[in-house]
């Protein structure tokens, strides 16, 4: 059973930075990761869950308007890892932040994705 583990989330001031990590498991086929669409989602109470950004298997980026240039999402393949450098965390960006899994070559945060892990909590404070 496919997996994915988040973590890094924290509270930091306005300005500050955090990096979120993103660790898949469970899967049997060793290029498997190197085949996956990833996704950062974050969810506010009371907000529908927003796709943040992603990054394909050839490692192209999408990213949401209000965290471009704030925000990088990258890939380790080696370590079935994905990460999310946060800069300058605006008070807005508190929420739970999701990743996500989709298998094939499609990628953007507004598709549908196959595996969820449990979120992690970044709070943004002033």
């Known amino acids: 059973q496919v997996q994915l583990v988040a973590s890094g989330g924290g509270s930091v001031q306005a300005g500050g930075s955090l990096t979120l990590s993103c660790v898949v498991s469970?899967?049997?086929?060793?290029?498997?990761?190197?085949?996956?669409?990833m996704g950062w989602f974050r969810q506010v109470p009371g907000k529908e869950r927003e796709g943040v950004a992603s990054?394909?298997?050839?490692?192209?980026?999408t990213y949401i308007e209000s965290v471009k240039g704030r925000f990088t999402v990258s890939r380790d393949n080696g370590k079935s890892t994905v990460y999310l450098q946060m800069n300058s965390l605006k008070l807005e960006d508190t929420g739970l932040y999701f990743c996500?899994?989709?298998?094939?070559?499609?990628?953007?945060?507004?598709?549908?994705?196959?595996?969820w892990g449990r979120g992690t909590q970044v709070t943004v404070s002033s």
């Open positions: 996500a899994s989709r298998y094939g070559f499609a990628c953007s945060p507004n598709i549908g994705y196959n595996y």
């Open positions: 990054i394909g298997t050839h490692y192209s980026t």
């Open positions: 469970g899967y049997s086929s060793e290029d498997y990761f190197d085949n996956l669409c």
